[in-house]
């Protein structure tokens, strides 16, 4: 035994440095989340919300255990009663105490016998939308299956056109995919596992990058304050961050590299995982006029090319799926259009001091002030052309406004600003610093992550 472990150790020794700490962080945090979910799963089996939708004061129910959901009217006898979680399948109403049969919405035990709550006129699939996705028969697995993770199971099952909106979603990530599909049996187990692969790889291609910019000590804070930021988990579900990460990485990685076609092919993957990959353009752009002859060599045509080839091609994926143009200047059925970019920041700022908000509109505009102030701050301290890649993503990220929620998921959209996550290294030099980051993003980390398995909307 003894020689087996300095066996191991000593080859654990001969792995780099920067594969090291990833393998490490990575399992520390999905160790981390494997714990919570588990949590969460066992004292909250039910998902119960009680909310008014179309008119109506509704009563849905997710069941964790088994991916059912049931939508009831609240109103019984005249009264709008507000439940909670039940034992074995039920939910119970606060004014009464009746017991309530969740699959036949039937009172069981209490003040109305016999009595059996109304289906709501919105569906249950409206609440929870699988798309044409189905849910995982694996209830620890399937709480990872939510919201935008089923579109882009529908498109890599289906293609484009199974789901009105479907268009919105890139399509590398779900070519992905479809391709390791059969290998693992399941689109959304194949998603997983592309996810979790990514983020590992991201965490060292991160780590390594931050290495350059300062020391060890400081590039582990700045990547371990990525994983436990509010919307990490994000990374580790059936969503393209992760891998839009590793391409935008890569990209940066061989522009300074000089390898423009390598870095042209990144940034052209970039762009077909999300939009945001156009922020690349202008880091590359730069540093070809600051390294060679700006556009004298082929390959800046080529490496500059792959990207406005990726931006034409999502866009004649769009042609061929909508009738208002193929760019959204106007988006009429999500409420959304495109405006300057402070208009968006205002428009979230107006609505906050209306007091008409919820509290991830706050948390989205903490985010989004949070991440102008670190570019500012950051601006010298970093590499320019990764200050020119964030300021980049912030100016497209803001460009959309969709007037029913301001600065609409910009809590996940900011898990790609990575740059930014060093200059919050920098910043937790200071001890008071570093706790108030630690002890503001854990917890809400915890928060959003558990409203996220219960099926609540946080970005």
Known sequence: ????????????????????????????????????????????????????????????????????AYAYLRQVEGKTLEFRSGAHG???????????????????EGRFPGVTLSAARTSPSEIFPYRNARPYPVPWLAIWQRFDANWYISVAQDGYGGVAGDDHFPPLFPVLIRILQPLFGSAFLSGLVISHLATLYAIKLLYAAFREWGTESLA???????????????????????????????????????????????????????????????????????????????????????????????????????????????????????????????????????????????????????????????????????????ASSLLIMLIRIVETQPLISMSRYSLTLFPSFFVLGLAAENPWMRRLIVYSFIPLNLYLSAQFFLWGWVA
């Open 1 to 68: 035994m003894e020689r087996l472990t300095a066996t191991l150790t000593s080859r654990w020794k001969t792995i780099d440095e920067t594969w090291r700490f990833a393998i490490l962080a990575f399992l520390l945090v999905r160790l981390f989340y494997a714990l919570w979910a588990w949590l969460v799963f066992t004292a909250q089996p039910l998902a119960v919300q009680n909310i008014e939708m179309s008119g109506e004061p509704i009563l849905t129910i997710f069941d964790l255990h088994n991916s059912q």
């Open 90 to 108: 039920t939910v119970t109403d606060l004014q009464t105490g009746t017991i309530w049969d969740i699959a036949t919405g039937k009172a069981i």
């Open 220 to 390: 582990r804070r700045a990547a371990l304050f990525l994983l436990i930021y509010p919307t990490s988990f994000f990374l580790f579900s059936v969503y393209s961050e992760s891998f839009f990460l590793v391409a935008a990485l890569l990209a940066l990685q061989q522009m300074r590299k000089g390898s423009w076609a390598w870095a042209g092919f990144w940034a052209f993957c970039a762009i077909l995982t999300r939009l945001q990959g156009a922020a690349l353009v202008l880091p590359m752009i730069y540093l070809m006029w600051q390294k060679d002859r700006f556009l004298r060599k082929p390959a800046h045509w080529f490496g500059l090319a792959l990207p406005g080839l990726a931006a034409l091609f999502y866009l004649f994926l769009r042609s061929q799926q909508v009738t208002d143009g193929a760019i959204p200047f106007v988006e009429p059925e999500w409420h959304a259009r495109l405006v300057p970019p402070w208009e968006t920041y205002l428009y979230s700022l107006r609505t906050l001091l209306s007091g008409n908000f919820t509290f991830v509109d706050l948390l989205n505009w903490a985010v989004v002030t949070l991440f102008l102030i670190l570019l500012v701050v950051g601006w010298r301290r970093i590499p320019l052309d990764y200050s020119l890649y964030a």
